[in-house]
């Protein structure tokens, strides 16, 4: 058939069809479209699947902002508990190439992520064909796999495409959610696509697989709640695990569709799993072992230093430090809050950790550390238990590249973070994940199972079993075991909180009424993210989470924080927030520097067809990028070398843009008026612009030449 000859039931189409059906049955049924020509049999699929309720679908017009919004949405999942991967589809061509940023974060923070790419069918590659380019080597080694869906199989294979098509798509879904391989990540199905593109006039009704047929017998989504049930590690980190997912209902949260746009337009409404329970997976992957190094058997060695020089022996209730860095899921933040009480142990939580609330997290810590006081300390350390992906401060890197401590990394997944290589025993921790769905009885029209017990779900899905080391409580002293070590000294915390307490004393409170400051600011924005039903909180990944990290309260209950931490780059963070707004269908706000903020300003635009996420971006102005100013960068000579190379201060009017794509701006005066404004409910979407005072610069080592003013509750 020529090419774009109408036909009922284009072979295109029938690929597409199955492709949306298979992703469905393997539980992905969130899926971001970026449109375009070589797409649109995919296009059509995702909304016929989105007519029959198995699938949310969100159309963003810039692929870049299209993968980050994915992203956003598959971290929602991960707060959950759950990794399941958010499909992301463009056209052929560099729309492909903008999706590599996101890919690049997901590759680094393992979040699952996949990415269907429409294609050209293979003998018009490198022929100079339109929009034809080498698709499936674009991402490098960040993909776990990479499926090559060749055109026209469904005229070759006949009915053996769909199985065949389905298997494929499983594969791809499995790999991006580590189901296997324990390591999540960006996963690509590259769909190879012949003209005719689009159906004809005289289509039949959807050819759909099982758990797509439409009709009185369709059965809509059981959207069980985003949070997994009660988890005693969950207390305090800011998800309610009573809330309620309001399914498809556009109503039900957000602002809504945009004028003009069908009732029916749904927001991302994650289909996740409820845990059932507290499962762990807790094991001894690796334990170096020359002479000197203690075991969980012979505790009692010695350990030599970088010189050779003996160390003394390391008994069990030899003092040591938790360090938690960012992590995807608030059970393991919980796990470092409990490990670190067991032991007695100081804790050390960046903002994104979720475990500062915990009861020994340390506030100022990267300053202690680099202080003479908290140097003195941090030597009579001899342990460390390294958590999720600490990077936000120098005296934390070089803590963990000492060769004179036993470092204990905690790993949820393949990936394990070990900077300095110093890294002497290596522990999997796993909290029972749930991935991706499989229907019981297999055949078409096959009922769904309810009333889900262990190990199943939503569709009666089927969990890979888990082995289970019980509660979190038990999760964390098997790990205590595996280390062979005790509970320290209570004089040990106590000297740590000592010095600490120093540190915040020594901080004055701000003048709610001065001009604002970008310290006041985000604390006062962090507090507001704390408590029952509370907005989660974004954070870029430069200054702003900086900040928070030396000044943010810990001990108390604290907001369900998330960052791009996985390559830190400022890129994609406003879709992100997007993202996890729509994925989790909870108010979110964003906090961020006026840099990142113009970098992704056009993320807050969307077609008149599409849900208007619950988001408050709050940008810090501070005129240009910050962070450089704690650097040695800024201590070369040179006039406006700095400014210009550097900081970059911008002329663009950053809340002009914003209100120019839809978004309430505000311009709070002073602190005073910034809380009242943060005391309101999240709804729709607005930039807060805060004009600040130009900040004080906070070093790398932790120090600050003034000290910063630590917020009152108000």
């Known amino acids: 058939m020529p090419a774009g000859a109408s036909c009922p039931c284009p072979p295109s189409l029938q690929a597409a069809r199955h492709i949306v059906a298979a992703l469905v049955a393997c539980g992905v049924h969130q899926a971001v479209l970026s449109p375009g020509s070589r797409c649109a049999p995919l296009a059509y699929a995702l909304e016929e699947a989105e007519a029959a309720g198995e699938v949310s679908l969100r159309v963003t017009l810039d692929e870049r902002s299209a993968g980050f919004i994915a992203l956003g949405a598959s971290r929602a999942h991960l707060l959950a508990g759950v990794r399941r991967p958010v499909a992301v589809v463009t056209t052929s061509g560099t729309a492909v190439a903008n999706l590599h940023p996101a890919v690049a974060e997901a590759d680094a923070a393992g979040v699952p992520l996949l990415v269907l790419s429409a294609d050209r069918p293979h003998e018009l590659v490198g022929t100079g064909a339109n929009q034809t380019t080498e698709q499936t080597c674009l991402f490098g080694r960040a993909p776990r796999l990479v499926v090559d869906l060749p055109a026209d199989v469904t005229a070759e294979v006949g009915r053996a495409a769909g199985p065949a098509l389905a298997g494929q798509v499983r594969r791809a879904v499995l790999a991006a959610a580590g189901a296997l391989s324990n390591d999540p990540g960006p996963a690509q199905v590259n769909v190879r696509l012949r003209p005719p593109l689009a159906p004809g006039p005289l289509a039949p009704s959807p050819l759909l697989a099982p758990g797509l047929q439409q009709g009185p017998g369709t059965r809509a ?98 003092p040591g430090l938790v360090v938690a860095g960012d992590l995807p899921d608030p059970r393991l933040g919980a796990l470092a809050v409990e490990l670190a009480d067991l032991l007695g142990w100081p804790l050390l939580a960046e903002p994104t950790s979720l475990a500062r609330q915990g009861g020994n997290a340390l506030p100022r810590y990267a300053e202690l550390l680099a202080r003479d006081d908290g140097a003195d300390l941090a030597g009579r350390a001899r342990r460390v238990v390294v958590m999720g992906h600490p990077g936000l401060s120098r005296p934390v890197t070089a803590l963990l590249g000492r060769e004179d401590l036993e470092v204990t990394v905690l790993a949820d997944r393949a990936q394990v973070i070990d900077v300095a290589g110093t890294a002497g ?4 921790v796993r909290p029972g994940y749930r991935t991706c769905e499989t229907l019981r009885g297999g055949g078409p029209g096959a009922p769904a199972q309810t009333g889900a017990g262990p190990g199943q779900g939503e ?13 979190l409580p038990s999760a964390a002293a098997a790990v205590v075991h595996l280390m062979g070590a005790a509970p320290a000294p209570a004089t040990w915390l106590t000297a740590w909180r000592q010095a600490a307490a120093g540190l915040a004393a020594a901080s004055p409170s701000p003048d709610a009424h001065a001009p604002l400051d970008v310290d006041a600011a985000a604390l006062a924005v962090w507090r507001s993210c704390t408590g029952p039903g509370a907005p989660l909180l974004v954070l870029g990944s430069s200054t702003t989470i900086r900040r928070l990290d030396r000044l943010a309260p810990v001990g108390v209950p604290a907001p369900t924080a998330v960052a791009n931490r996985g390559l830190a780059g400022i890129d994609g963070t406003v879709a992100t927030a997007v993202g996890l707004a729509l994925g989790a269908r909870r108010p979110v706000r964003l906090l961020l520097g006026d840099l990142a903020g113009l970098h992704d300003v056009m993320s807050l635009g969307r077609g008149r067809h599409e849900q208007v996420p619950d988001l408050q971006v709050i940008v810090c102005d501070d005129a240009g990028g910050a962070i450089f100013a704690g650097l040695e960068y800024a201590r070369v000579p040179g006039a406006g070398r700095f400014s210009r190379l550097f900081t970059t201060p911008q ?46 610069p906070v070093p790398a080592d932790g120090l600050q030449a003034t000290n910063p003013p630590q917020e009152t509750s108000s």
């Not at 695990?241 to 209902?249: Q, S």
């Not at 569709?459 to 509660?471: F, H, I, K, L």
């Open 221 to 318: 989504l059981d959207r069980p709640p985003l949070a997994p049930g009660p988890d005693p590690g969950l207390t305090g980190s800011g998800l309610d695990p009573g809330a309620t997912d309001p399914g498809l209902d556009p109503g039900a949260t957000g602002s809504g569709p945009g004028p003009g746009a069908p009732e029916a337009a749904s927001a991302l409404a994650p289909s996740t799993l409820p845990a059932t329970g507290p499962t762990w997976e807790v094991d001894l992957v690796w334990q170096a072992a020359p002479a000197g190094c203690p075991t969980p058997q012979d505790p009692g060695h010695h350990r030599h230093g970088r010189d050779g020089r003996d160390q003394g022996a390391l008994t069990p209730q030899a």
């Open 425 to 428: 025993r290596i522990i999997a």
């Open 459 to 471: 569709r009666g899905a089927s969990v890979p079993p888990q082995a289970d080391a019980g509660s």
């Open 651 to 696: 002329t663009g009017d950053l809340g002009g843009l914003a209100q120019a794509l839809g978004a309430r701006v505000h311009r709070p005066a002073d602190l005073a008026d910034l809380r009242r404004l943060l005391t309101q409910p999240v709804v729709g979407t607005s930039l807060v612009h805060l004009r600040l005072t130009p900040p004080s």
